[in-house]
């Protein structure tokens, strides 16, 4: 029967995060495959790599779109307050994932591709057992905690005692990402991995 390979249609629902500035909207199926994460801070870059951010960018106060696994967090300017737009956004994304549903283009210019990974950057390689371990620690126990939040951290380096990371999505410019860095993070990574003494942001 045809309504047997039917597909449900796609439901979104929106979710506070840390960040005043961000909110994250989770839709009902995977939106790009897990690990996989793109981040653009300008209609420009979203064009010609991904729709669904460049329809998100035709909303006059977004002024960023990170997208991964299930879910798309997008940031806004002050012109308006969320009390106002959240829902009707909820209802943006939610129809264009039903009547569109291009999240990637699959033929994206490698360069422009290449850039809005790098934006949502992945872990740096570890040189060695130690730099391994505070990327299983982060993974396990910081990842899902900040993925929930709408945002992403990974591992930059480690030299002399100090982890550098770098936050992305609701994370970036978040007021309270620095207090979570020092006071949950940080001390997450003291207790855990010997030889790390502090714990810093870069920006890339």
């Not at 994250?24 to 790599?49: I, N, Q």
């Not at 591709?113 to 993974?139: G, L």
């Not at 979570?180 to 993070?185: D, E, Q, S, V």
């Amino acid at each position: 029967m045809e309504t047997a390979t039917k597909q449900p249609p796609v439901t979104v629902y929106a979710e506070m995060t840390p960040n005043p500035a961000t909110m994250r909207y989770v839709a009902s199926r995977m939106l790009v495959p897990d690990g996989r994460m793109v981040e653009f801070r300008t209609p420009d870059e979203a064009e010609a790599v991904s729709p669904l951010a460049g329809h998100v960018f035709n909303l006059p106060f977004v002024t960023g779109v990170f997208i991964s696994g299930n879910f798309i967090t997008v940031t806004k300017n002050d012109s308006i307050t969320w009390d106002l737009v959240q829902l009707e956004l909820r209802e943006y994304i939610q129809e264009y994932l039903n009547i569109d549903g291009r999240i990637v283009n699959s033929d994206a210019p490698a360069q422009a591709m290449a850039d809005a990974n790098e934006r949502a950057v992945t872990h740096a390689e570890p040189t060695d057992d130690t730099e391994r371990q505070i990327i299983s620690v982060i993974d396990e126990y910081v990842s899902p905690t900040v993925a929930g939040d709408g945002g992403h951290i990974a591992f930059r380096s480690f030299k002399d005692g100090v982890v550098a990371v770098d936050l992305r999505g609701s994370c970036s410019g978040c007021p309270s990402s620095m207090v979570t860095l020092k006071g949950g993070i940080e001390n997450l990574l003291r207790q855990m991995v010997p030889g790390v003494k502090e714990v810093v942001a870069v920006e890339l």
